[in-house]
């Protein structure tokens, strides 16, 4: 399977994909990582693997223009299956539309919960509604921020001291393994 990664911030999960591929445990390849943050820790660790890397401006473009610029680059390399991995942006209904079935996305929280909210912002509110549980949610994305059908949801406890960098760190370590699973079982969810 051809993966396509998009992502604005560190690429977390960009590792235990990587490492599960090289290991064997995901028969896959990731093609190219693009990003629309320059300085992202995602293309720094793409290039750290040897993986295709792509900056693109999104900055005094329509979304409709920077999407369709992703949607040449992820055509050229014949991409399977979209991740993105802490991308901060909307995509338009027009590459929803054309990718519709092969993107997925990784929410920080048990969605429906916290939809819409990004990076620590769900972790503080998980903290501050004294939830017992989190985890992370995979689901197809479509034209709904947070609304597409979800594919796998792990869970971990919330502990009475935890703080938002110790969630989020057991969080994350759900969200690369949720990744994998996904990945090596995605024709039971085609």
Request: glycine fraction near 8%.
């Amino acid at each position: 399977m051809r993966l396509a990664v998009i992502g604005s911030t560190n690429g977390t999960d960009l590792v235990p994909i990587v490492d599960a591929i090289n290991s064997g445990e995901l028969l896959a390849s990731v093609e190219v990582v693009i990003s629309n943050n320059e300085l992202s820790g995602i293309l720094k660790k793409a290039g750290s693997y040897g993986i295709e890397g792509h900056f693109i401006c999104h900055k005094n473009k329509k979304r409709d223009v920077f999407d369709l610029e992703m949607s040449q680059i992820l055509e050229s390399k014949k991409i399977d299956l979209i991740l993105l991995i802490g991308f901060m942006r909307i995509l338009s209904s027009g590459f929803v539309e054309r990718w519709r079935g092969k993107i997925i996305n990784v929410h920080p929280s048990l969605l429906p919960k916290y939809a819409g909210g990004m990076n620590n912002s769900v972790h503080e509110s998980v903290l501050a509604a004294g939830d017992k549980e989190s985890g992370c949610t995979i689901h197809l994305v479509t034209k709904d921020v947070d609304c597409g059908p979800i594919l796998l949801q792990k869970s971990c406890p919330v502990y009475e001291n935890d703080s938002v960098e110790s969630l989020r760190e057991r969080v994350q370590k759900l969200e690369g393994e949720s990744f994998i699973e996904v990945i090596n079982n995605w024709r039971s969810y085609e």
